[in-house]
Structures are given as structure tokens and as C-alpha cells.
């Protein structure tokens, strides 16, 4: 049986294509998949109130409304939700922790919603999704 050899031009050829194979994994993993900031935006009755930064390891309960009709919204680990609220039907609290854009969460009774914007651009294929 023959032993197999390699000559430097060998070694230096695959090499290269082992650096050139690994650019691209590379390239992506520093410039393209950086996230970017996501916040919460609270709106009621169409005005911006606050915005709450989506960030692991970030906690807040905020409160909307009065004693009578009120909604709290709790930020936990990159989501959101609409905690409690007494409206009748508990449509907003019945939606859920939401974390992606452009997800939103609708009160209608008092006119809330709470929505997830971000910097980068949203492509079709994301709204899709």
C-alpha cells in the first residue's frame, strides 16, 4: 500500500480553500447578524407614552390608565405582554408575550397597543413569517 503524500504545494492549496470556505461563515457572524435594539412602544389612544427596551436580563411593569381602567404591561428577558387588565373580554392579555417585529398587541376598551419596533429594515419575507 502506498503512503499518501502531500507536498507543500498541497498543503498550501488546501489551506487556501479551507480560508476560503470559512470567509463567508465568518463575514456573517461579525457584520450581518449583528441584532439590533428592539423596543416596545406603548401607545394610548394613538399617543406614544413610553418605550421599553427589549434586552435579556431587563425586567419593568409599567401601568396604563387609572384606577378604574387599567392595563399593566410587564417587559421580561426580550418580550412583553399586557400582564392584567380589566376589560371584559381580556383580549389583550389572552395575546401573549410577543418579542419579534412587527408584532403588536391590541386593547381595544382602552385603546392601547403595545408594538415591537427595531432599526433594521423589515423585509416582506419577515412580515410573512
Known amino acids: 500500500m ?33 441584532p439590533s435594539a428592539k423596543t416596545a412602544q406603548i401607545r394610548v389612544n394613538g399617543q406614544l407614552i413610553k418605550t421599553l427596551p ?7 411593569e409599567f401601568r396604563v390608565g ?3 381602567q387599567y392595563a399593566i404591561i410587564e417587559v421580561l428577558n426580550g418580550k412583553v405582554r399586557i400582564r392584567e387588565d ?3 373580554r381580556q383580549i389583550g392579555v389572552q395575546s ?3 418579542s419579534h417585529p412587527p ?6 376598551p382602552y385603546q392601547i397597543v403595545v ?10 419575507d419577515t ?3
Do not use: C, H
Not at 507543500?8 to 447578524?33: G, R, T, V
Not at 427589549?54 to 419593568?60: N, V
Not at 408584532?103 to 381595544?108: A, P
Open 2 to 34: 502506498r503512503k499518501l503524500v502531500f507536498t507543500i504545494a498541497d498543503k498550501w492549496l488546501i489551506f487556501f480553500l479551507l480560508l476560503a470556505s470559512l470567509l463567508p461563515i465568518i463575514y456573517n457572524m461579525l457584520y450581518i447578524s449583528q
Open 54 to 60: 427589549l434586552r435579556d436580563g431587563y425586567a419593568e
Open 66 to 68: 387609572n384606577s378604574q
Open 86 to 88: 380589566d376589560s371584559p
Open 96 to 98: 401573549g408575550w410577543i
Open 103 to 108: 408584532q403588536q398587541i391590541v386593547n381595544l
Open 115 to 124: 408594538t415591537i419596533v427595531t432599526d433594521e429594515p423589515q423585509d416582506v
Open 127 to 129: 412580515i410573512i413569517r
